[in-house]
């Protein structure tokens, strides 16, 4: 049985860009509902940054308000909303070690990978999060609370893993299965049945009835473009534009809701200049912008496709495919199965990309898949490409992929950018291609087992990401090099090691060569892991 101290390292933001390692933080008391869950390993993750960055402003750190009992929020002591300090890290592998006489879901000894959005523990924002508002795995004893990792509908948040896997492969799934949700979020091509529409035109709406009796909404608001301005403060699930007044689009997009739609039928007309379209909205709010050169509405939401997946034939270019997450969405691509796929990874570094051909040519040869490298600081792409997944968080780069878009293409603005970030879209262009931006954040716990399914097939390897390890006292040398994007792949913790310092694959040879010798030519093993926590 496992001895659990009283105290322990943990990893603590304590406010905006305010880091600490506490050496003393108390390991929490066990209540009737909880469980105390050790942590195998915790993946560190670009959003890892940004709630640094932004600590008690951003939307998952605040007070829920639905959800669960909120009498039951002060019983939970890992609950840690607005200003207090927390334990980031939300992509951890774990083991219950002790658990509350009210738990039934779970039991000790079970070893479980942590979804971490719990989507139904809602903040007025956006959702509760493991490692955002309740302290996450970068300590070496995390607690949950079973009324917040089962949903009411009976959903479990936590996923039993078997001992097969390294704790590294399955920390790894979690950055997986956010690449995996990107493909799967199923898109609506239609009104939001029983929402709210807003019908802009100073005309005739042609093909509205139509539209409206397929999917009827429960209300529906038509105004003229010179009236737009008594909408302020609305907000509405679909908004068709008959125009192409760029003023009164950017005007209006700015009411659309969460998961919502936005169709401009621009009836022949041009819209004249590159429009300002939030593209982080896109990605945290899931809004889509979508649209016609006719006179139709349908004919704009006709186009949306069922998911953001790759198609046979496709043209995939990833931008900035050499960083941790470009390297998992170029080596999905090269497993995916679809047929006559080529793929072209970019970077700014041909050290990186280097790095990242050494890891993807073995797996793309073996497909058959062609892929090509480029450096976009030598070389210009050329446009055309079907399929693009931008990886860079800026928002000019991502208005620059519409531009390398062809027709019917799909762009996956995956890099998170904050909500309110404006890009200068080619929004013409857009409807005239037929160019479908979509953007994800999170994933869901079916995209989790899809990963761990994909790992017991042995179509992935979720090793071949993993860049460097650490224990507590490299983290801040591993949190800087996620911010600085210097890592070629994943960084994993492991807070049971305090003393190792940040160490890369590629250096083990000389740092831990008991260690190196068990990776397999460079790739982190089960047994290389094995080496590192017994310290031969």
Avoid at 244 to 272: H, M, N, Q, S, W
Avoid at 390 to 415: H, K, R, S, T, Y
Wanted: net charge negative.
């Amino acid at each position: 049985m496992t001895q659990i101290p009283a105290t322990q390292h943990a990893i603590q933001i304590v406010g905006v860009d305010e880091i600490v390692h506490n050496t003393e933080k108390p390991v929490d008391e066990v209540g009737p509902f909880q469980m105390l869950l050790q942590v195998e390993a915790c993946g560190i993750c670009f959003s890892d940054t940004k709630l640094l960055h932004a600590f008690d402003s951003h939307p998952r750190k605040a007070e829920v308000i639905s959800g669960i009992d909120l009498d039951a929020l002060p019983e939970i002591p890992s609950y840690k909303p607005g200003s207090q300090p927390v334990v980031p890290g939300h992509e951890p592998v774990v083991r219950v070690v002790k658990a509350g006489d009210k738990v039934t879901h779970f039991k000790v000894g079970d070893r479980l990978l942590v979804q971490a959005d719990w989507k139904h523990l809602r903040t007025p924002k956006s959702n509760a999060a493991f490692g955002y508002n309740f302290d996450g795995a970068l300590q070496e004893y995390a607690l949950v609370d079973e009324r917040c990792v089962v949903s009411p509908d009976g959903e479990e948040f936590l996923i039993h893993v078997t001992d097969g896997p390294s704790a590294a492969a399955v920390g790894l799934i979690e950055p997986w299965a956010t690449v995996e949700g990107s493909y799967a979020w199923k898109e609506r091509d239609h009104l939001k049945e029983g929402g709210r529409l807003l019908v802009i035109t100073d005309g005739d709406a042609n093909g509205l009835d139509a539209l409206t009796s397929a999917h009827a909404p429960a209300e529906t608001v038509q105004v003229a473009p010179g009236e737009i301005a008594s909408l302020e403060g609305q907000v509405f699930d679909d908004i068709i534009y008959y125009g192409a007044d760029p003023e009164v689009f950017e005007a209006t997009a700015a009411l659309l809701g969460t998961r919502a739609t936005y169709c401009i039928v621009l009836g022949g007309k041009e819209i004249g200049r590159k429009v300002g379209i939030d593209i982080g909205r896109v990605h945290y709010d899931f809004i889509r912008f979508v649209g016609t050169t006719g006179d139709d509405p349908a004919d704009g939401y006709a186009w949306v496709p069922a998911t953001g997946e790759l198609r046979d034939g496709d043209d995939v270019a990833i931008i900035g495919a050499a960083g941790p997450m470009g390297m998992m969405h170029t080596i999905r691509a090269v497993t995916s199965g679809f047929a006559d796929l080529k793929v072209t990874g970019t970077d700014l570094s041909s050290d990186r990309l280097a790095h990242l051909a050494k890891t993807v040519d073995p797996i793309a040869e073996e497909r058959g898949v062609p892929v090509t490298y480029v450096n976009t600081g030598d070389e210009e792409l050329k446009p055309g490409f079907t399929h693009i997944s931008c990886m860079v968080p800026v928002a000019p780069l991502v208005a620059q992929a519409v531009d390398l878009a062809g027709e019917g293409a799909i762009l996956n603005a995956f890099a998170g950018i904050p909500a309110g970030t404006l890009g200068e879209f080619d929004l013409q262009g857009i409807v005239e291609r037929r160019i479908f931006m979509l953007g994800t954040s999170g994933s869901d716990v079916s995209d989790m087992r899809t990963v761990l399914r994909k790992i017991e097939e042995g179509v992935i390897d979720t090793h071949i990401s993993l860049d460097a390890v650490t224990g507590m006292k490299g983290f801040r040398d591993a949190i800087d090099s996620v911010i600085n994007r210097t890592s070629g792949g994943k960084i994993m913790v492991f807070p049971m090691l305090h003393d190792l310092e940040l160490t890369r694959l590629v250096d083990m040879p000389e740092k831990l060569p008991h260690v190196a010798e068990k990776l397999n030519n460079g790739i982190w093993t089960k047994e290389a892991e094995q080496a590192l926590l017994a310290g031969e």
